[in-house]
């Protein structure tokens, strides 16, 4: 099946900093990625598309200037929470869209964020 | 948008006995309904799914049932083991909103031995 990587699988950073998470399609090209997060003991919560070569596309209530989403090649999206908070510590996983439009996703390990 | 919500939340059941999980999902466009089993601290992980096109799937102690007139479909765990302890998922999406994933809260399910 594909696989998808997610870089770094935890991270700790202090109030005020940038923190960089990095989402993989290894084996195949991702036209499309998704990024969920998730806090402890709830579901998972869709933030934003992200599109190849396009800008991302960001539900209602998520801030496009805190959480930056770039995607710029077929094989990488990044995530940047932009001047973390505390309440902004949380598993933030990436998924890659199917290949050829199919409608499986296929997720990434997550990104465990605490910020201190 | 769409909105899955998803019953119960948390399920206690003796090793061996049957689970079922129910969900509905509000947006008539919505044809594709994954579930997804999730260990603490991992990634979700497909266990089964069913399209819109089909009622019902199976795949050994996992089926799956899907009716769209009354928008809501459920998960069944048969024989259940310990190592089906987890948390499951079911989600909904479609084409028209760009196979978007809208996740149901969450089923806790123990199996006690």
């Known amino acids: 099946g594909a696989v998808v990587s997610q870089h770094p699988s935890w991270v700790i950073c202090k109030s005020g900093t940038s923190v960089k998470i990095e989402c993989r399609s290894l084996d195949f090209q991702a036209t499309t990625m998704f990024w969920y997060r998730q806090f402890p003991k709830q579901s998972l919560m869709l933030m934003a598309t992200?599109?190849?070569?396009?800008?991302?596309?960001?539900e209602q209530g998520v801030e496009k200037d805190k959480f930056l989403i770039n995607h710029a090649s077929l094989t990488l999206s990044t995530l940047t929470v932009t001047s973390a908070h505390p309440e902004d510590s949380s598993f933030y996983i990436c998924?890659?869209?199917?290949?050829?439009?199919?409608?499986?996703?296929?997720f990434g390990p997550g990104t465990r964020l605490t910020v201190t | 948008g769409e909105n899955v919500e998803q019953h119960p939340s948390t399920l206690s059941v003796q090793e061996g006995d049957s689970a079922v999980i129910k969900c509905t999902y509000s947006d008539s466009a919505s044809n594709y309904f994954p579930w997804y089993k999730q260990e603490l601290g991992k990634r979700p992980q497909l266990i089964i799914d069913?399209?819109?096109?089909?009622g019902e799937k199976k795949d050994q102690r996992i089926a799956v049932t899907l009716n769209k007139t009354a928008k809501h479909f459920s998960l069944h765990i048969t024989e259940t083991q310990p190592e089906d302890s987890a948390v499951y998922f079911c989600?909904?999406?479609?084409?028209?909103?760009?196979?978007?994933?809208?996740f149901g809260g969450g089923t806790r399910v123990l199996v006690k031995p």
């Open positions: 998924s890659a869209g199917g290949q050829g439009g199919a409608y499986e996703q296929y």
């Open positions: 069913i399209r819109s096109n089909v």
């Open positions: 989600a909904a999406s479609s084409k028209a909103a760009g196979n978007k994933l809208t």
């Open positions: 992200s599109n190849e070569g396009s800008k991302a596309t960001y």
